[in-house]
């Protein structure tokens, strides 16, 4: 016998197209906002501050030590192939087209994108988005846009700190204390390492992770339940939704870079 009758099983797939239309409409309404945001920069610089500055430490740090870490896992597996002296190649390009993007959005989710739905959440909880309708103004043009654009402004950069803070934990861990040559750890990275398709890949990763994350933290925290339950669970779905989504897309713009 069947456990899910036929009529619940078309309930919940409507529901959720239904939401998926919701998230799709208020994506291309804060993308069709896009000229006014910009016209109002300031208020994106001020998002640009909260979500990129304040998560710097945590990004430069974690990026430090994943430098550490590749660069000794990375000279114990070429020195048994003779070709030590590649490991600044190998943290580069392990930095620049992979670790450096995708850790550093779901690092982003975990700070900024909790944060962010957190504040949204709590704005809507308070009525605040409310009482900005009743003065005719627009909450997604006010509140939303200038924090998705600060996302993705910040998401490029924050990624660029942490594969270079990385390199350079390479360069600590191979160069002083392992005894790697110094010109061979740097040439062999300037041969190697191509600017667009590396570090090109690279940025148009960051890109679409900082429009992903920020996008799914600004949908949870404006469709959250007004309550304090309603926010922590919003919260909670925009880490889990926002890194299933990172490692979804990564996956995929991977699989597309890589077959041009």
């Known amino acids: 016998m069947s456990r899910f009758h036929p009529a619940q099983i078309g309930l919940a797939t409507r529901i959720h197209l239904a939401a998926l239309g919701a998230a799709a409409r208020l994506l291309v309404r804060l993308l069709a906002l896009t000229g006014p945001t910009l016209r109002r920069f300031s208020l994106v610089v001020e998002q640009l501050f909260f979500i990129g500055n304040k998560s710097l430490l945590i990004i430069a740090v974690s990026g430090?030590?994943?430098?550490?870490?590749?660069?000794?896992?990375?000279?114990?597996?070429?020195?048994?192939?003779?070709?030590?002296?590649?490991?600044?190649?190998?943290?580069?390009?392990s930095l620049v087209r992979e670790l450096g993007p995708v850790v550093?959005?779901?690092?982003?989710?975990?700070?900024?994108?909790?944060?962010?739905?957190?504040?949204?959440?709590?704005?809507?909880?308070?009525?605040?988005?409310t009482a900005m309708e009743m003065?005719?103004?627009?909450?997604?043009?006010?509140?939303?846009?200038?924090?998705?654009?600060?996302?993705?402004?910040?998401?490029?950069?924050?990624?660029?700190?942490?594969?270079?803070?990385?390199?350079?934990?390479?360069?600590?861990?191979?160069?002083?204390?392992?005894?790697?040559?110094?010109?061979?750890?740097?040439?062999?990275?300037?041969g190697g390492v191509d600017v667009w398709a590396d570090v090109g890949n690279g940025v148009i990763k960051s890109v679409v992770f900082g429009v992903t994350v920020t996008f799914v933290a600004l949908l949870q925290g404006y469709g959250c339940q007004p309550t304090p339950e309603g926010v922590s669970q919003a919260t909670t779905r925009t880490v889990v939704v926002a890194s299933l989504a990172v490692l979804a897309l990564d996956f995929v713009l991977t699989a597309m870079m890589f077959s041009i």
């Open 135 to 190: 003065m005719a103004v627009d909450p997604v043009q006010r509140i939303l846009a200038p924090r998705l654009w600060g996302g993705i402004l910040a998401m490029p950069l924050l990624a660029a700190v942490f594969s270079a803070v990385g390199v350079l934990g390479g360069w600590a861990v191979a160069v002083p204390l392992i005894g790697i040559d110094p010109g061979a750890f740097w040439s062999q990275m300037q």
């Open 104 to 129: 550093t959005a779901l690092l982003f989710a975990g700070r900024a994108g909790t944060s962010l739905t957190a504040e949204i959440g709590l704005m809507k909880a308070g009525e605040q988005l």
């Open 64 to 93: 430090l030590f994943v430098g550490f870490v590749l660069a000794l896992q990375g000279y114990y597996t070429l020195q048994r192939y003779g070709s030590a002296d590649a490991v600044g190649l190998l943290v580069a390009l």
